[in-house]
């Protein structure tokens, strides 16, 4: 009887799993879930779940204590060893039933995924991992400190009320074998907090923390923090190795809301900790990577944060860096001159046209609609839908799944469906090819029935977007389907699709002009203040 309601919901679910299988069924209607609930859940990025499974090593049991949906264990668990077992934790139990869904559809590993609070209920005391994954919740003030005052896992201090996430990382610890690694993502105040000192200062002086690596701005949320990964080891045997590693990865930072570089960090962190992880210390690299000796850490503060330890970057051909700046911005202003559109003259309207809806096209074969995945296996850049808003290059990727992904052509029309913004974008030979991302939707007209730049201008308009959008608490979608646009022979469309392709270059240089002047303002404040720039010149 409880589950009566449910039943043409399951049938639905079955009938579709008749046609992809189950394990795309799954992967299509989580994603659903995760898209209709994006304040519920923090969610890992997949390059970043990829970094640390990397960092980790190769390891045939591996714990997550927060496993949350379970994205770290199946980026460990994407090679998999022989025998693998996988374990996982979560205090939601819908979400570790989820998440144990989830894992043994995408590997071939045993997985056992447990319901409870890690801390204050863990279900795997007897547990030693090879190695163990954690992104942990952040700044949590009721996370047990009254209830857990003498629990054996705080071996090298009981972590003040304020510092939830150094009782995380000595859990991990506490679950993996001697030699065992952990790798934890960390708010970047639990590098210097006072309230923390002293269990940073033990975890250097008995060699378990092995390095402090700085993630760039918006690598995951909260986006704005320049989040740390604590790499751990649990030591065999005294004395420890005498030198911790430093690492800041800042400079791999995207432009505008694209997310990080993950190329370059993944190379320069795994370059940097391989080396490291091999001979127990690393020759400076300025602005990256160095090696201390604990000792000089060991002061009052304990401070971690890696850029109060760095040394600049060389300063080696910054000057030259600069003037090709200059010269760039120079010659992207003088395009924006020439690109700017003359005002309209006054008392002039266009005479009003029937209108048509996206709907009714797609319906009658003028276009095609598309909307994006939630993985794939192609492995080609993805079109994100902060790409699309800040008129970037494809900068995401696609979680490893069955799905076939949708892959861009030129002419084809890209729309955001959230955020409600007035952006539609036109792919160019530059864009074609990468594959669909989530939260947008394609149009690809029939080239003998629409212009794309036609189209493309007229689902911008502001009224438009007004009408066929809706809203939840402080969300904005917007239905596709809903927008408008007027019902124009082809020939007065290419007359439309011109002025809109003009105004579409002037808005790409001025943006253009836009980064390279920040560019230019940050190198030169930098430069005057590092002194690698003349102030007289």
């Known amino acids: ?29 989580l994603g659903r879930h995760l898209d209709a609930s994006p304040r519920q859940y923090t969610l890992t990025p997949d390059p970043l779940a990829e970094l640390m499974a990397e960092l980790a090593g190769p390891a ?16 460990a668990a994407a090679a998999t060893r022989p025998g693998q077992e996988l374990y996982g934790q979560d205090d939601d139990p819908a979400l570790a039933t989820l998440t144990a869904l989830r894992l043994a559809l995408s590997t071939d590993a045993t997985v056992r995924v447990a319901a409870g609070d890690s801390l204050r209920a863990d279900a795997l005391p007897g547990l030693r991992a090879d190695a163990a994954l954690c992104h942990p919740p952040f700044n949590e003030r009721n996370w047990g400190h009254d209830e857990l005052a003498y629990d054996p896992r705080w071996e090298y201090g009981f972590p003040a009320r304020t510092e939830s996430e150094l009782a995380w990382v000595q859990h991990a610890l506490a679950r993996v074998r001697d030699g065992g690694t952990a790798v934890v993502l960390m708010p970047p105040a ?37 989040l740390h990964l604590w790499v751990l080891r649990r030591p065999e045997k005294a004395p420890a ?43 400076e690299r300025p ?53 700017t559109p003359a005002a309209p003259a006054p008392g002039r309207a266009a005479p009003r046209r029937p209108l048509t809806t996206v709907g009714e ?24 839908d902060h790409d699309v808003l800040a008129g970037t290059a494809p900068s995401g990727t696609l979680p490893e799944s069955d799905e076939e992904p949708v892959l861009t052509e030129p002419g084809d029309v890209v729309v955001p ?43 911008r308009g502001t009224a438009n977007h007004r009408q066929a959008s809706s809203y939840a608490s402080t969300a904005t979608r917007l239905d596709v389907r809903r927008l408008q646009l007027p019902r124009l022979p082809l020939d007065a469309q290419r007359g439309y699709g011109d002025r809109f392709r003009a105004l579409d270059e002037f808005e790409r240089a001025l943006r253009l002009a836009g980064r390279l002047g920040e560019q230019l303002v940050r190198g030169l404040y930098d430069g005057l203040t590092d002194g690698t720039v003349d102030p007289g010149r």
């Open 190 to 226: 639990a590098a210097s907090r006072r309230s923390g000192r002293r269990v940073r200062a033990d975890l250097l002086r008995r060699g378990a923390l092995r390095a402090v690596i700085a993630l760039p701005a918006g690598a995951a949320p909260p986006y704005s923090l320049p």
């Open 287 to 339: 602005g990256l990577a160095r090696t201390l000796p604990v000792i000089e850490l060991l002061d009052d503060d304990v401070d971690l944060a890696p850029a109060r330890h760095l040394p600049p970057p060389t300063a080696t051909g910054d000057g030259g860096r600069l003037t090709d700046v200059r010269e760039r911005l120079d010659e992207t202003l003088r395009l924006t001159a020439e690109l």
């Open 60 to 75: 045939r049991t591996v714990l997550d204590p927060a496993c949350g949906t379970g994205t770290l264990l199946r980026a």
């Open 241 to 283: 190795q005498p030198e911790v590693l430093l690492a800041d990865a800042g400079q791999f930072a995207g432009e505008g809301r694209g997310g990080p570089d993950w190329r370059s960090v993944r190379e320069a962190v795994l370059d940097a900790w391989g080396a490291f992880d091999r001979t127990g210390r690393l020759d």
């Open 417 to 459: 469906v959230l955020g409600g913004g007035t952006v539609a974008r036109v792919v160019d030979a530059t864009t074609a090819g990468a594959a669909l991302g989530r939260n947008l939707v394609l149009l690809r007209p029939d080239p003998a029935a629409l212009d794309p730049w036609f189209l493309a201008g007229f689902l």
């Open 1 to 29: 009887p409880r589950l009566l309601p449910s039943v043409p919901l399951l049938r639905g679910a079955a009938e579709l799993a008749a046609g992809p299988g189950a394990r795309k069924t799954f992967a299509f209607l």
């Open 361 to 384: 096209l797609a319906r009658g074969g003028a276009l095609t609609l598309r909307t994006g995945t939630h993985g794939g296996r192609a492995r080609v850049p993805v079109l994100t």
